[in-house]
């Protein structure tokens, strides 16, 4: 969303190109990248709120109908880029990207698709094998859940809700004390 996590991984490799869901993301200002290629496709517009379509068949299923086609799209673009730097990516990095990665992007990119989620990954609803805190309030969920510490997760993106395997995760942070 913001760049943070784009300016430190620019450190290591820079980017082929930056892209967005949200075309006014503040990751298009970062100034050290001003010369990487920039592009959005607004996910909004092209598929609407999950969250309104939840709980409805067929506002689902277009919601879904329409993910698959913005997945699509952002093939393309890909593909197109790869041709003008006459190679293929290597790697895509998601931050903050709020939307769901389908078939269009996994199949080409297999193994190549990681994702920086903001809570710990390793904790497991109780009595279930499905991590606890997902989604995009993991951290407003953690904190209800009276959790006193977290930390962020590096994920292997396999199409499910932040499910794929933890590659790594970020040092231990107290959040709250209970008094």
């Known amino acids: 969303g913001s760049g943070t996590n784009l300016r430190e991984c620019a450190k290591v490799c820079p ?14 200002s970062l100034e050290e990248l001003a010369d990487v290629p920039q592009e959005s496709i607004n996910g909004f517009k092209f598929c609407g709120s999950w969250k309104k379509a939840q709980g409805n068949p067929d506002a689902e299923a277009e919601y879904q109908r329409k993910s698959g086609e913005y997945n699509e799209a952002i093939f393309e673009l890909l593909q197109k880029y790869e041709q003008q730097l006459v190679k ?24 190549k698709v990681i994702n920086v989620h903001p809570s710990d990954l390793n904790i497991m609803k109780p009595g279930y094998e499905e991590r606890m805190f997902v989604g995009e309030d993991a951290v407003f969920d953690a904190l209800k859940a ?3 510490k977290t930390r962020s997760s590096v994920i292997l993106v396999d199409g499910g809700v932040d499910h794929g395997e933890i590659l790594t ?11």
Do not use: H, N
């Open 88 to 111: 293929p990516f290597d790697l895509i990095v998601l931050g903050g990207y709020m939307r769901f990665v389908g078939d269009a992007i996994l199949a080409p990119y297999t193994d």
């Open 146 to 148: 009276r959790q006193t």
């Open 15 to 28: 980017p082929g190109l930056i892209f967005s869901d949200r075309p006014k993301a503040d990751l298009f």
């Open 169 to 179: 995760q970020g040092p231990e942070v107290t959040v709250w004390t209970e008094y």
